[in-house]
């Protein structure tokens, strides 16, 4: 038994198919299986439970797992306290932002993290929720801040905070002041994200309820390029205040506030069960927690709403 084996343990059993584990893992699926098999031989037990959606832990296997999340956590901890006595005590984390998170937490997150954990190196990928999730998923990332995410099996949810979504149009497209409802947003040309995407998601639920359909004129899987084809007048856009503040305060784009029903989503931390905690995980959580909390939930831009 070794700490690979038991690793890819805990991989197959989260991802409930062999096939699925060995893409995430990067591996051969028969290499993999070959590892599972020589795990149940060594034991002599039935670690999976095969069968034709898959495969799911016996008894003896999720009891091997819980300890070998056990046992990867305290070599992990080792790993550390071992480098301290050395004095080589930086962690690295990477970490996975939506672009509206980004736009209110960077540069200031790099920086106070920097201050706050002087031992932690931190990298930051900026993509849209669904991408995000996958990277955490398949290991490309230790943590992300992900907006109405799939729940999957191997993953943990926590959830921050709700945001508004708010409509957006050029100066010259606004016809009207104050709130719109979302039958009547509905009713006009749309440039949104792909159907994967959080807003695109919220917005489809939403028109589902009330029995209509989204106009989309324009999919783009671009905040940048959504708000140049709102600006140049080419449809409306339903986003988030955190991306558009500038943009409202310099009056190149005017927002209004979505009723009946208020589309909202909800902001989840995320990251996978197997992962040991990193020792200054919790510390930078925290530390995003606070800011996210004195910034998108109380964004400038929300003054200029009508």
């Not at 699926?29 to 795990?39: E, F, K």
């Not at 998170?101 to 920086?111: F, N």
């Not at 230790?142 to 907006?147: G, P």
């Not at 990251?271 to 020792?279: E, G």
Request: aromatic residues 4%; glycine residues 6%; charged residues 20%.
């Amino acid at each position: 038994m070794n700490l690979r084996q038991l690793n890819y343990l805990i991989r197959v059993v989260e991802a409930g198919n062999i096939t699925r584990a060995a893409e995430l893992l990067h591996v051969a699926q028969p290499a993999l299986g070959m590892q599972i098999r020589q795990l149940e031989t060594e034991l002599g037990v039935e670690l999976l439970i095969r069968h034709s959606r898959g495969v799911a832990a016996s008894e003896a296997g999720r009891l091997l797992v819980e300890r070998a999340r056990e046992i990867l956590g305290l070599v992990e901890s080792a790993r550390y306290d071992v480098a301290a006595l050395a004095g080589k005590t930086r962690e690295y984390l990477s970490v996975g932002l939506t672009p509206s998170v980004m736009s209110v937490m960077s540069p200031d997150l790099i920086v106070k993290a920097k201050e706050c954990i002087p031992d932690l190196s931190v990298s930051f990928t900026e993509n849209l929720s669904y991408a995000l999730v996958d990277a955490v998923e398949k290991g490309e990332l230790d943590l992300a801040l992900a907006f109405d995410a799939d729940e999957r099996t191997g993953l943990d949810y926590i959830h921050l905070l709700s945001e508004e979504l708010l409509f957006v149009v050029a100066p010259d497209q606004a016809t009207a002041e104050g709130h719109i409802s979302a039958e009547d947003l509905l009713g006009w040309p749309l440039i949104l994200t792909g159907p994967r995407d959080s807003v695109r998601r919220t917005l489809e639920i939403a028109a589902q309820a009330i029995g209509m359909t989204p106009d989309i004129v324009f999919e783009v899987q671009s905040v940048a390029a959504i708000k140049r084809l709102v600006a140049l007048g080419l449809g409306a856009a339903i986003l988030p205040p955190a991306v558009i503040r500038e943009e409202l305060q310099q009056g190149k784009l005017v927002a209004r506030h979505i009723v009946d029903p208020p589309l909202m989503r909800n902001l989840h931390l995320v990251k996978a069960i197997a992962q040991p905690q990193r020792h200054h995980e919790a510390a930078l959580v925290a530390l995003m927690r606070n800011m996210l909390a004195n910034t998108l939930q109380a964004t400038p831009g929300l003054s200029h709403v009508a």
